[in-house]
């Protein structure tokens, strides 16, 4: 190395200034760069992880939820079964309303909907037909179903003549509701006069939303519908959550939607998020819950976190 190079290389410094301090030895860690990171889930607040429910001595009288969306195909049987199924396992008793004539829930629980003698239409038409008469015990210990099938259809045109005609669900479940913590109504594909009884017999909505181009498109008006329903027929209900469900956090698109959510909504959005695997439709088929199907899979965990939220935010409120 020649001397100029050398010279060129050494910081300048004025003629007569001290020489410079020797940089001082570090004696303690730089701090983290990533330690004050706060860790961020997946909705992008803060990660939350909810406690193991405490034991319940004893049962009821049940929270209702509704599960709720007029937009087909975006999680609500889904997450009826496996919610349910995982709020079972902690040891709530749990009653599943299957209110969509389609009949998803039933066929999901290994019901074959066309060999029913009754059926939640029977219930709500008439008069001396009871829950207890209609209920089916599940695969899930202490998770029963009111199943339904194509008969429902049926109810939704008839129930328009009926006295008090959007209160007969919650007319109809009040006597049960003692025996349970928990019921879930899973809701048609529609603001019809069926999903406004199940509005009208909850004390609160879970909003599934598929985590897709559209998701939120239909909301405001679900939105609208529950307001009315609190204003003239149920002050009691109130929205429980939304639920980001068939997430890809692979996606930028899923990202993207999941952030438009947590804007448009806040806190009201759970924490936990259901992320899209083919082990879901599987379990259609298989006719049980993810948790029984696949029980240490990432959906199966996914529900089992979502019923801890859920029952830390029903404690917490
Ligand atoms: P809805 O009751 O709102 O119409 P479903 O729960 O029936 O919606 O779901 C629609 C379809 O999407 C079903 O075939 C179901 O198996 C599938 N599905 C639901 N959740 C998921 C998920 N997280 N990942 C992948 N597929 C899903
Ligand atoms: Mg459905």
């Keep these: 190395m020649s001397t100029k190079s050398a010279a060129a290389a050494a910081p300048r410094r004025r003629r007569g200034a001290a020489p410079a301090e020797p940089a001082p030895v570090a004696l303690v860690a730089a701090p983290d760069p990533v330690a004050d990171v706060p860790d961020l889930g997946p909705t992008g607040r803060p990660r939350r992880t909810f406690p193991e429910p405490p034991p319940v001595g004893e049962h009821g009288p049940a929270r209702v939820l509704a599960?709720?969306?007029?937009?087909?195909?975006?999680?609500?049987?889904?997450?009826?079964?496996?919610?349910?199924?995982?709020?079972?396992?902690?040891?709530?008793?749990?009653?599943?309303?299957?209110?969509?004539?389609?009949?998803?829930?039933?066929?999901?629980?290994?019901?074959n909907p066309m060999q029913l003698d009754r059926t939640v239409y029977d219930l709500l038409m008439e008069r001396d037909v009871t829950a207890e008469d209609v209920m089916?015990?599940?695969?899930?210990?202490?998770?029963?179903?009111?199943?339904?099938?194509?008969?429902?259809?049926?109810?939704?045109?008839?129930?328009?003549?009926?006295?008090?005609?959007?209160?007969?669900?919650?007319?109809?479940?009040?006597?049960?509701?003692?025996?349970?913590?928990?019921?879930?109504?899973?809701?048609?594909?529609?603001?019809?006069?069926?999903?406004?009884?199940?509005?009208?017999?909850?004390?609160?909505?879970?909003?599934?939303?598929?985590?897709?181009y559209f998701a939120l498109r239909g909301v405001a008006l679900l939105l609208q519908t529950i307001e009315k329903i609190?204003?003239?027929?149920?002050?009691?209900?109130?929205?429980?959550?939304?639920?980001?469900?068939?997430?890809?956090?692979?996606?930028?698109?899923?990202?993207?939607?999941?952030?438009?959510?947590?804007?448009?909504?806040?806190d009201r959005v759970f924490h936990t998020v259901i992320s899209r695997t083919v082990r879901f439709p599987e379990t259609t088929v298989a006719g049980e819950p993810i948790t029984s199907y696949a029980s240490s899979s990432t959906?199966?965990?996914?529900?089992?976190?979502?019923?801890?939220?859920?029952?830390?935010?029903?404690?917490?409120?």
């Design 67 to 111: 599960l709720c969306n007029q937009k087909g195909g975006v999680g609500k049987t889904t997450t009826t079964i496996n919610l349910g199924a995982a709020l079972a396992e902690t040891g709530r008793r749990v009653l599943l309303v299957d209110l969509d004539p389609q009949g998803a829930l039933s066929v999901g629980l290994g019901v």
């Design 136 to 212: 089916l015990k599940t695969a899930v210990a202490g998770m029963d179903l009111l199943p339904s099938n194509i008969d429902l259809s049926a109810a939704e045109v008839q129930l328009v003549n009926e006295v008090a005609r959007e209160q007969t669900l919650r007319r109809v479940l009040e006597p049960v509701l003692d025996d349970y913590d928990v019921v879930l109504i899973d809701c048609q594909p529609s603001l019809g006069l069926l999903t406004v009884n199940a509005l009208t017999a909850a004390d609160g909505v879970v909003i599934p939303l598929e985590c897709e």
């Design 230 to 266: 609190r204003e003239r027929l149920n002050p009691r209900l109130e929205i429980e959550g939304l639920l980001a469900t068939m997430y890809d956090a692979r996606t930028l698109h899923g990202r993207e939607v999941l952030a438009r959510v947590v804007d448009a909504f806040g």
């Design 299 to 317: 959906g199966a965990t996914a529900y089992r976190e979502l019923a801890r939220e859920l029952l830390a935010r029903t404690v917490s409120a």
